[in-house]
């Protein structure tokens, strides 16, 4: 793989000049920073014939790219010599010196990449070779005709059929009859379809050649060769780099580098479809004293709004105690009338009546008592002795046809006692004495436990979500603690806020098993002994299931090990060779 040289500065002292892009094109803009870091890494990765991946700028992008160079060190590799190499992978290659043959290892064993070897069969005779199964691609050379066959995967049977799984002989297809002048070169190879269906290949090197007559393998060759010597008359043309001093080169043609020897800067000129421009690849000046007032001033700044907002702290504070003392004085105003109120005896009204109507009832008895006084009476409604007696004997008849006092008595026996059966009044009595025998709808003590029993799984078992203030510290609890410590929780003034507030040595946790404390909050931040990172799955019956899962506490070990081995390295080498054999060993157990 290439690498960068050193090369003679404007001093004529020996450095670096790192080149990254050399095999991944995005990582060539990527030379200033961490962003060179891991432009060199994908760099390597993509000439290890790997996947290159996106990362980060920063240090957590940097030790993934070295995982997955590591990764990409550790695929399968290659070994020359007379005997095999000691510990293979699956997939390994040996090249045997003594036989000339590449064997490849699977599982336990090596095996011969091509039986064939790639060596074609060579007959005397017209008669085809005496093998059941070739390889795809094997030759067989007819010495005595002079003719060479390659085998193309195809059998035939006795019926003529001909295809890759018929039960039958190799069909051997011919690719040369040299004493029948019929012999494949480039320029009758046919070339490949997608080769001869480019639109975009430019024509300003080969106007006569087009995609059209792209057929054969010889136009394609042809077009190449002259392609790539225009491309180095071009490159023997042009100035690559221009080094001055005063102003930039007049005229510059798209990337045109000038390296301005006053101030060390390295620039490019660069055309996009509006605009054209000189863009600096490097700069030699630190900007940490530009940057130190700004972050003078921010620190300023920092300490100025913390001032302020532990004054606004201080005088909400002031203002939450006055409203307090204010808040109680009318509790103790309201819960004195509501005594009051209570002591006040009830008169029953339902047993007296008004002077009105007691005087306006005796008015009225008076004028009846003295108009029926003075009446004339009416016998009209009356009936005689005759008629009086014919009735009863109507009545008489009817009654004998009726039940006797014995009928009715026997039925009377016979309805159940409904004394002990519960009347609308004592329904009325026991919602009376919900709020004195159970909680009042105003709130009181519990003295016993809830068990909720949902009919609707989906309504929620105590519900809040009438006003966002209904949840505003909707649990209250304390601590096992020396000293009084409340906590709660619910709602804030905040947007969007829900929070458990406390200001003591509250421990928030999550215990496994009584004894194993797998987590936990206090006015300190969290913690926790393990964490870990990956994708959430479905639960199963044994509970959360993640994959692709990363032991955090682990890794951060690994990685923290790896990088003293690499501040080591760095420190104890003395060219580049030490250098990088320190880093292979100090990454070797990332």
Request: charged share 20%; with cysteine.
């Amino acid at each position: 793989m290439t690498t960068s040289q050193p090369t003679q500065n404007s001093q004529g002292e020996v450095a670096w000049n790192p080149s990254v892009g050399l095999y991944y094109k995005p990582a060539s803009k990527k030379r200033e920073g961490y962003g060179g870091v891991i432009g060199a890494l994908q760099d390597q990765i993509k000439g290890s014939g790997n996947t290159v991946k996106s990362y980060p700028e920063n240090f957590s992008g940097i030790i993934s790219a070295i995982q997955d160079l590591t990764l990409a060190d550790k695929q399968p590799g290659s070994a020359t010599g007379d005997s095999p190499p000691g510990q293979p992978v699956d997939g390994q290659l040996w090249f045997d010196t003594t036989q000339n043959r590449m064997f490849v290892w699977i599982t336990d064993d090596w095996y011969p990449i091509n039986d064939a070897d790639g060596v074609p069969i060579v007959t005397t005779t017209s008669d085809p070779p005496e093998v059941d199964s070739p390889i795809t691609g094997q030759l067989w050379y007819d010495k005595e005709e002079n003719n060479l066959f390659i085998f193309a995967g195809d059998y035939e049977n006795a019926e003529g059929d001909i295809g890759p799984d018929i039960d039958g002989v190799p069909v051997w297809v011919l690719l040369a009859d040299i004493d029948g002048e019929f012999l494949q070169t480039t320029a009758t190879l046919p070339l490949d379809q997608d080769v001869r269906a480019v639109a975009d290949i430019p024509k300003t090197i080969l106007p006569e050649i087009n995609s059209q007559l792209f057929t054969v393998q010889k136009d394609y060759n042809i077009y190449l060769y002259d392609a790539l010597a225009a491309l180095e008359t071009a490159i023997g043309d042009s100035s690559p780099l221009i080094e001055t001093s005063t102003a930039p080169p007049a005229d510059p043609s798209n990337g045109q580098l000038w390296y301005d020897t006053e101030s060390l800067e390295l620039s490019i000129y660069y055309q996009d479809d509006n605009s054209a421009q000189w863009v600096p690849t490097s700069v030699t000046h630190s900007i940490d004293g530009k940057l130190q007032p700004l972050i003078v001033s921010i620190a300023t700044e920092k300490l100025a709004r913390e001032s302020a907002i532990n004054e606004l702290t201080k005088m909400l504070d002031q203002i939450d105690l006055s409203d307090n003392v204010l808040f109680t004085h009318l509790e103790n105003l309201i819960i004195e009338l509501e005594r009051k109120v209570d002591n006040k005896p009830v008169v029953d009204t339902s047993l007296y009546v008004s002077v009105e109507a007691f005087s306006s009832s005796t008015d009225e008895i008076t004028s009846r008592i003295t108009s029926l006084e003075t009446a004339t009476p009416d016998y009209s409604s009356l009936m005689s002795k005759e008629e009086a007696d014919a009735e009863h004997a109507a009545i008489e008849t009817l009654v004998a046809t009726k039940a006797t006092p014995a009928d009715v008595a026997a039925v009377a026996a016979q309805i159940p006692d409904v004394s002990s059966f519960i009347v609308q009044q004592n329904v009325t009595d026991a919602i009376a004495n919900i709020t004195t025998e159970y909680l009042p709808r105003t709130g009181g003590v519990l003295t016993g436990s809830f068990q909720l029993q949902k009919n609707d799984y989906a309504l929620p078992s105590l519900d809040f979500s009438g006003a966002s203030w209904y949840s505003r510290k909707a649990f209250k609890l304390t601590a096992n603690s020396a000293t009084p410590a409340n906590t709660t929780f619910g709602t804030t003034d905040n947007p969007w806020e829900y929070a458990w507030e406390f200001d003591a040595n509250e421990d928030f946790c999550w215990i496994y098993n009584d004894t194993n404390k797998v987590f936990s909050i206090t006015k300190e931040g969290p913690a926790c002994s393990t964490i870990y990172l990956g994708d959430l799955g479905d639960n199963t019956n044994n509970g959360r299931v993640i994959h692709n899962k990363i032991d955090v506490k682990e890794r951060l070990n690994t990685y923290q090990s790896a990088l003293e081995n690499i501040r080591q390295a760095v420190s104890s080498s003395t060219d580049y060779a030490s250098l990088k054999s320190g880093l292979l060993t100090a990454l070797a157990t990332v």
